[in-house]
Every structure is written in structure tokens, then in C-alpha cells.
């Protein structure tokens, strides 16, 4: 059984790129290091604002490009896949609440947010590095897995860049609605000058 996926255009002949496990487990690493680093003792307080403001960012981008091409995937090849899928989307509508707290926590509260967050990623992670991506590696082809690691990476450049635990987290809706929201996102970041990009910090 394949993914249903759009055609990429090739590059050489072929289909090039990162491949799905290999782009998740890369940003995995990233967002694990930003919270680590939101939650270091030390860090000023406009910091830790800037940080937790990057931290909910980059993984509401994430969280939004698995929930269009990573979970269809699931459901799509991997036996008992439709209950993996409900299971980690449930994950992560709580991990966009707790990035909404976040968001909105004084000082005084952040860290026992970020602390939230963290526990909630960290879950997120062993998920995909100790169940998802493995099955994903067995049944899907290789080809399968750099086009969907090529369409993640995509997604994320038109996802929201702050939580909506409230929005569509299944396609055809989420794939036309976090674009639209995405794009009053980027408009509150530029005319509140927010950093939304790890490489900017």
C-alpha cells in the first residue's frame, strides 16, 4: 500500500532530499534543545520571553506539517494506523494548549509552563522515534519517504507560527485552514517584531 501523495518535482532525474525520519528526528533535536535551554537557570528574563516566543513558533509549524502528511501516512500504510493517528493527534491539540499557556505566561509562571511543554515533547518524541518512524521506515518505500520529508518541509514554511489547539487536525481542513491562519500569524509577528526562527535568536 502507497502514500498518496502529489507528485514532487525531480531534481536530476530522481527524487532527492531528507527523508521523513530524518527531517523529523532533526527537528526534534532543535525543539528539545530550545526548551532546554527556555528552562536553563541563568537566562534573563526578556530571554526567556524571546526563547518561549520561538519555542511555540517552531513547533506549531511542526506540529501543524505532521498533522497533514505524517498521520495520513500512518493511517494510510501502517496497520492499526488510524488509532496511532488519533492517539498522537490527541498529544498534540494538548501540547498546542499547553504552547498557548505558554504564550501566555508572566515570568513569574514561564517556567512551570515550559516545564509543561517540555514533559509533553518529550513525549511527542519517543512517540515518533520509538513507534512512528520505525513503521514508517518498514512499510513505506524510500521514495515515499523523501517526498513526504520534502512535503513537511514545505508545510511548515506556510503553517501557523502560534498554537491553535482549536483548528482542523485532520486533512482535506487543516490543509486549507492553518495556511489561512498562518498568514494573520505573520502579520501579528512582523508588526510585533516577533522572532519566530531558532537561526534568529
Request: proline letters at 8%.
Amino acid at each position: 500500500m502507497s502514500v498518496s501523495l502529489p507528485p514532487l518535482p525531480p531534481v536530476g532525474g530522481e527524487t532527492t532530499g531528507p527523508n521523513l525520519a530524518d527531517v523529523v528526528a532533526r527537528e526534534h533535536r532543535e525543539l528539545l534543545a530550545l526548551c532546554d535551554e527556555l528552562l536553563a537557570g541563568g537566562t534573563a528574563a526578556g530571554r526567556r520571553r524571546t526563547i518561549a516566543q520561538v519555542v511555540s513558533a517552531a513547533l506549531s509549524r511542526h506540529l501543524s506539517a505532521e498533522e497533514q502528511y505524517v498521520y495520513p501516512a500512518v493511517r494510510a500504510i501502517v496497520p492499526g494506523g488510524e488509532e496511532l493517528a488519533d492517539r498522537e493527534i490527541a498529544e498534540d491539540r494538548a501540547l498546542l494548549e499547553a504552547l498557548r499557556l505558554l504564550e501566555a505566561a508572566g515570568d513569574g509562571e514561564r517556567a512551570e509552563r515550559a516545564a509543561d511543554v517540555r514533559r509533553r515533547l518529550q513525549r511527542h518524541v519517543d512517540a515518533a522515534a520509538g513507534e512512528l518512524m520505525p513503521l514508517l521506515l518498514h512499510m513505506a518505500s524510500a521514495e515515499e519517504l523523501i517526498r513526504l520529508g520534502n512535503r513537511v518541509e514545505l508545510a511548515e514554511e506556510a503553517a501557523p507560527t502560534r498554537p491553535h489547539p482549536g483548528t482542523p487536525a485532520t486533512p482535506p481542513w487543516n490543509k486549507v485552514v492553518d495556511p489561512a491562519v498562518a498568514v494573520v500569524d505573520k502579520i501579528r509577528d512582523v508588526v510585533g517584531r516577533r522572532i519566530t526562527y531558532p537561526r534568529d535568536l
